[in-house]
């Protein structure tokens, strides 16, 4: 039973390998590369408030509590958003390693 396993996923490497475009590695999984839908969050880049200004400068002060309060913003809608993305990709996994632990007979 194992040596037809192992002949068979050697065939369907073999096959796959073979239907790959000229010049394309064969993928070194099951599942063709960017196979996973990305995540749909947007990350905010890296912070830029630029100097903190002079605190007698009122309007200055504003602009840049402004761009912290954005970025905040930013934050607290993307932190949910990738915890989320993450959990789903972790029942993923766990799924997969289900069905790979169901199929090894050892």
């Given at each position: 039973m194992r040596?037809?396993?192992?002949l068979f996923l050697a065939m369907t490497?073999?096959?796959l390998a073979q239907s790959a475009a000229p010049g394309t590695p064969a993928s070194?999984?099951?599942l063709p590369a960017g196979f996973y839908?990305?995540?749909p969050c947007t990350k905010p880049g890296p912070p830029d408030f630029g100097r903190k200004p002079d605190q007698r400068n009122f309007k200055?002060?504003?602009a840049y509590n402004e761009k912290i309060r954005v970025y905040?913003?930013?934050?607290?809608?993307f932190n949910p958003c990738i915890q989320d993305y993450a959990a789903r990709a972790n029942h993923d996994i766990r799924e997969i390693q289900a069905a790979v632990a169901a199929a090894n007979p050892n």
């Amino acid at each position: 039973m194992r040596l037809a396993l192992m002949l068979f996923l050697a065939m369907t490497v073999a096959a796959l390998a073979q239907s790959a475009a000229p010049g394309t590695p064969a993928s070194a999984g099951n599942l063709p590369a960017g196979f996973y839908p990305k995540s749909p969050c947007t990350k905010p880049g890296p912070p830029d408030f630029g100097r903190k200004p002079d605190q007698r400068n009122f309007k200055a002060v504003e602009a840049y509590n402004e761009k912290i309060r954005v970025y905040n913003k930013a934050m607290e809608a993307f932190n949910p958003c990738i915890q989320d993305y993450a959990a789903r990709a972790n029942h993923d996994i766990r799924e997969i390693q289900a069905a790979v632990a169901a199929a090894n007979p050892n």
